[in-house]
C-alpha cells in the first residue's frame, strides 16, 4: 500500500517516428503493479547508446521494428512508491531506492538463466524495447530483479552503472586477465569506456591502453590509462600497441564501439593467448571480424568472446565500486525536454562520458 497519494498522470518521452531522430513528452496514466511488481518513481535515467539503435531500427538482431509510442531507456534509478501482491518476502522494500537495468526482467528457469548468464535469458524482457523504459517519471518492475542502490551513491551517478558499468564491469571480468596485465580498451573515452578504464585500472589493477578521438585524451588519462593512442593520428594502431608492451600485444581487447573499424583491427592488438571480448553492437547489416584469420587463432591460442550486460550480483558489485568512491562516472544532467539533442550528440560522436536524464 502506498503511503502518499500518487498522481493520476505523469510525464514520460515516447519514440514518436521510429526509425529517426525524434522523441515527445506525453502524459501516461498511473499503472498499478500486479502481483511480485513494484512501481518506481524514477527520479534520474541515464541515456545509452543502445536506446538511439532501438530507436533508429538500426539494431538487426532484433525481433521487430521499435513501435511508435515506446518509452525507451533503461538505466533508471528511484524509490519505489508502492507494492503489488505477493511481496511479503521480497528482497525490497517500500521507500527503498533502486535502479532498473536492460534486462527488465527474466524467466529464471532457460538454460541461460540457470547458467547465471541474466542477459542471455530467453525470453527476457528488455527495458525500453517493448516493455516500458526508463525515461518516464513512474515504471513498474518485477521486484526480483531490481539492483539496490547504495547508501551514499548519488542517483544521478549510479543511473549510468546500471548498464555502461555493470556491462564493462562483466566484460572486464570475462576478459581472463590478471592484475598488471595489458588491456586495451577501443572507445575509450565513451560513456562505457571511461567506466572500463576505471574498472579496468583502479578496481582490478590492468595496465590500459586507451584508444579514441584525440579530443577524449583527457578524460581517459584521467580515468585511469597508463597510455593514450589516438584513432585520428598517423601512426599504426597495432605498431602503437606491441611498442608500448614490450613487442607482445596485449593481454584483452575490450571493443566498446559499435565502430566496425574497431572491430576490424582488434585481433591484431593480442598477445599469444589473449582475447577480444565484443561489447559494442554495429548497426545495420552485420560485419565480420576481418582480421579473425583462422590461422592466426589457432597459431596463438586466441579467443574472441561476446558480452551483452552482466547479471544481478555483478550489477551490485559493480554499484559498490561507485559507492566506495573507486569509479565515478563523468556525466552531464539533461532534463526530458532535451533527449531529442542529446541523441543528436550521440550521433554526431560529439558525447564525452555519459548524459543523465532528470525527469522531475
Not at 117 to 130: H, L, M, P, R
Not at 183 to 211: E, K, M, P, T, Y
Request: proline share 5%; aromatic share 6%.
Amino acid at each position: 500500500m502506498a503511503t502518499t497519494e500518487l498522481p493520476k498522470k505523469y510525464k514520460a518521452v515516447i519514440y514518436d517516428k521510429p526509425g529517426s531522430i525524434s522523441t515527445k513528452i506525453e502524459e501516461l496514466d498511473m499503472p498499478e503493479p500486479g502481483a511480485g511488481e513494484v512501481l518506481i518513481n524514477l527520479t534520474h535515467s541515464g541515456v545509452c547508446h543502445s536506446d538511439m539503435g532501438v530507436m533508429m531500427n538500426t539494431w538487426s538482431m532484433l525481433p521487430a521494428p521499435t513501435q511508435a509510442s515506446q518509452v525507451g531507456g533503461h538505466e533508471g534509478v528511484g524509490k519505489i512508491v508502492k507494492m503489488g501482491p505477493g511481496n511479503d518476502n521480497a528482497a525490497v522494500k517500500m521507500g527503498d531506492r533502486v535502479g532498473i537495468k536492460w534486462i527488465a526482467g527474466i524467466c529464471e528457469s532457460c538454460e541461460a538463466c540457470r547458467a547465471g548468464a541474466d542477459a542471455n535469458c530467453f525470453t527476457a524482457k528488455i527495458s525500453g524495447y517493448y516493455t516500458p523504459g526508463t525515461f518516464q517519471q513512474y515504471v513498474l518492475s518485477p521486484a526480483n530483479y531490481v539492483t539496490p542502490i547504495p547508501d551514499g551513491l548519488d542517483s544521478a551517478a549510479a543511473a549510468p552503472l546500471l548498464c555502461a558499468g555493470v556491462t564493462v564491469y562483466s566484460a572486464l571480468r570475462k576478459s581472463n586477465t590478471e592484475s598488471g596485465g595489458w588491456v586495451v580498451i577501443l572507445g575509450a573515452g565513451g560513456g562505457l569506456g571511461h567506466l572500463a578504464v576505471q574498472f579496468s585500472s583502479r578496481a582490478i589493477g590492468h595496465r590500459v591502453i586507451g584508444i579514441d578521438h584525440s579530443s577524449k585524451k583527457d578524460l581517459i588519462m584521467e580515468s585511469g590509462a597508463e597510455h593514450f593512442i589516438p584513432i585520428d593520428g598517423t601512426n599504426s594502431i597495432p605498431d602503437a600497441v606491441k611498442e608500448l608492451t614490450n613487442g607482445l600485444g596485449a593481454h584483452a581487447v575490450l571493443v566498446l564501439t559499435a565502430n566496425n573499424g574497431a572491430y576490424g583491427s582488434s585481433v591484431d592488438l593480442l598477445r599469444f593467448g589473449g582475447r577480444v571480448v565484443c561489447v559494442g553492437v554495429p548497426e545495420g547489416d552485420p560485419v565480420p571480424i576481418k582480421s579473425a584469420i583462422p590461422q592466426d587463432l589457432v597459431a596463438k591460442a586466441l579467443q574472441i568472446v561476446g558480452v551483452a550486460v552482466g547479471d544481478r550480483k555483478e550489477a551490485i558489485e559493480a554499484l559498490d565500486f561507485a559507492a566506495r568512491g573507486v569509479v565515478k562516472t563523468h556525466y552531464r544532467i539533461e532534463k526530458m525536454d532535451r533527449l531529442n539533442d542529446v541523441f543528436q550528440d550521440m550521433f554526431d560522436a560529439k558525447l564525452k562520458g555519459r548524459v543523465v536524464l532528470d525527469l522531475s
